[in-house]
Nanobody, 127 residues
Framework: QVQLVESGGGLVQAGDSLRLSCAHS????????MGWFRQAPGKEREFVAA????????DYADSVKGRFTCSSDNAKNTVYLQMDSLKPEDTAVYYC????????????????????WGQGTQVTVSS
């Protein structure tokens, strides 16, 4: 079993930065690809960013490319989402997710391919 706990959300102004953390416990961290998704009120959940457990592969939604950076610290079993130049449209609950990886390069961008989810952390960006 895998447990994921997000932290780092909050209320910020447009243009500010936040760093979300996702602590992974349970089975070996190196066995999972990791992703970030978000869901705004009245909208469907959407993909934000993903990384292979090795960090060698990453992918981002077009809406956050150049502003968000997904990284991992295997020694701490933690994945981060650095969010810069935040916009009001980034307001959402952000979820961390994990899925079983076949290799250190495996990466996925669809929520259905993730097996474990955190409880979510609220990010609110005011204009």
């Amino acid at each position: 079993q895998v447990q994921l706990v997000e932290s780092g959300g909050g209320l910020v102004q447009a243009g500010d930065s936040l760093r979300l953390s996702c602590a992974h416990s349970g089975r070996a961290f190196s066995s999972y690809y990791m992703g970030w998704f978000r869901q705004a009120p009245g909208k469907e959940r959407e993909f934000v960013a993903a990384t292979s457990w090795s960090g060698s592969n990453t992918d981002y939604a077009d809406s956050v490319k150049g502003r968000f950076t997904c990284s991992s610290d295997n020694a701490k079993n933690t994945v981060y989402l650095q969010m810069d130049s935040l916009k009001p449209e980034d307001t959402a609950v952000y979820y961390c997710a994990a899925g079983p990886a076949r290799s250190q390069f495996t990466i996925r961008i669809t929520g259905e391919e993730y097996h474990y989810w955190g409880q979510g952390t609220q990010v609110t960006v005011s204009s």
